[in-house]
């Protein structure tokens, strides 16, 4: 194996930490943001939310299971959030060269390295990790071999474009009807929904859906603000004036919360784990989550018939929306969590169950 690269985490405050190249030897900026996760890489990899942003993953071994065989199920890759690596550059403490997983097809720098993906170990992500949470998500390089690159700002585009499907694409022959729009979709919340009695209708972000038949109205997560995804928001509006089911994950929760008139914020360093406990309003119930947001919806802000519908036990946050008397909700959580928890996997029956009820 060839030589490890010299890298360096150049961060907008001006700290540096210094380690080796194992991904795609090329420089790279975007956001620094962190993940607390165990397991899971090749699906946070693959998680569109993460679209334009340099993941610092804080435990300690990463690669030790390489990447899984690009089966498809249902026209989708069965181990993977989407068909492409969405984050700008990795950042973690150990790399494993050696992997081991029955079900392993590649290492995970072989695979950073075919998809152009810069990434860079021997980094102390414990103490990146507290300069993140002392200063909050700021602007970063991964530096490699003294090749200088401009800082970026993701959070100035339009992700949710760069991410959402371009034309309507169909899944399963049920006799539920889901409109799906495609924020950034993760693909477990499609496996979710297809595992009942549905037809999954996928549309871009920026569709107009309101002349079209469907039972259920579903809004995907996805990146960036919410607020600049204003022809989704207003489509939203409208739907709202009726009386259809309506669910929402992540982003889908933030623009559900700008279209019933509140308002969202950016937080000091957003939620991304698998392990952020949320209590739910009308039964006081807690439940282990599995979140991606850099972004909230204000619940002191909530209008008309809309109150918060769980709450994170950490900071408490807006963590899920709903209306008094209609069928709609959403989670800023993600109920189709993969790798896990399912703690709240009982959502997507619940939108199920509200759909057979207003037919």
Partial sequence: MAKAKNARLILENGKEFSGRSFGFPCSV???????????????????PSYKGQILVATFPLIGNYGVPKTETENGLLKFFESDKIHISGLVISDYSFEYSHWNAEQ?????LNDNKVPAIFGIDTRALTKVLREYGSMLGKIVIDEQ??????????????????KKKTIYGTGQ???????????????????RYDTTVIRVPWNYNYSNEAYDGLFISNGPGDPAICKPAIHQLETALGKDQPIFGICLGSQLLGIASGAETYKLKYGHRSHNQPVMQHETQRCFVTSQNHGFAVDHHKLKGDFEPYFTNLNDQTCEGIRHKSKPIFATQFHPEASGGPTDTAFLFEQFIDHIKKSK
């Fill in 29 to 47: 900026a975007g956001e620094v943001v962190f993940n607390t996760a165990m397991t899971g890489y090749p699906e946070s990899l693959t998680d």
């Fill in 107 to 111: 290492s995970l720098g072989k695979w």
């Fill in 148 to 165: 200088e690159v401009d800082w970026y700002d993701p959070n100035e585009q339009n992700l949710v474009d760069l991410v959402s499907i």
């Fill in 176 to 194: 539920h009807k889901i409109m799906l729009v495609d924020c950034g979709v993760k693909y477990n919340i499609i496996r979710s929904l297809l």
